[in-house]
């Protein structure tokens, strides 16, 4: 791996029914490699807040951890991946954050948010206005390294592909059920070679 780049604080959001303790091993091995791991807990996270506020979250927490010219990068996974782009696409995150890695997360939504009715799985519902008003201008995100890691074998973003986004580069992995997406040995080094990539050139 690459060492001669200059690490940006990585900052991890998690998804539904999770906080940030799913991420314990992810950010043990990213601290070994030499990155500054950082984590926060959005509250209330069982779906009943709106990902709109749940993304002011993440850009508060920004705002008050770290200095404005710092860049940084995020991990985002599964909801956790649509309120990072909620915050890059609307809240102006796309202006500070360099490297976003989507993992396992519902872009164009997931038919397992049919099962709950809170604000926040509406919004992940296949079709939702919510996801359609986000989709409209995902090309945004190819001003960043964007990063979308999945795999087949996901039981909760139904069907898996919904994982797919043009604008993202794509690492597809055999790695068997959702929640093993944040702790495989397969996904903490696709996380790392994604936070390890040279930054795009614009002109």
């Not at 998804?15 to 303790?21: H, L, N, R």
């Not at 929640?179 to 614009?202: F, G, T």
């Amino acid at each position: 791996m690459n060492s001669n780049f200059s690490r940006n604080p990585v900052l991890l959001i998690h998804g539904i029914f999770i906080k940030s303790g799913i991420f314990h091993k992810m950010s043990a091995y990213l601290t070994q490699l030499g990155w500054s791991v950082y984590t926060i807990n959005l509250s209330p996270h069982w779906g009943n807040a709106s990902i709109d506020e749940l993304a002011q979250q993440i850009a508060d927490y920004i705002n008050k951890t770290f200095a404005p010219e710092q860049h940084l990068d995020i991990v985002g996974l599964s909801m956790g991946g649509l309120v990072t782009r909620y915050y890059l696409q609307r809240l102006g995150g796309i202006n500070r954050v360099q490297r976003f890695i989507a993992i396992s997360s519902p872009h164009s939504g997931t038919w397992m948010a049919y099962t709950l009715w809170g604000k926040g799985c509406i919004q992940m519902r296949p079709g939702s206005a919510f996801l359609e008003d986000l989709n409209r201008d995902a090309a945004l995100l190819e001003k960043l390294n964007f990063t979308s890691i999945w795999t087949d074998w996901d039981f909760i973003i139904v069907p898996a592909s919904s994982s797919q986004i043009s604008a993202a580069k794509e690492v597809k992995l055999s790695v068997f059920a959702h929640a093993m997406m944040a702790r495989h040995s397969s996904s903490l080094k696709a996380v790392a070679e994604a936070l390890s990539e040279p930054l795009k050139v614009h002109d």
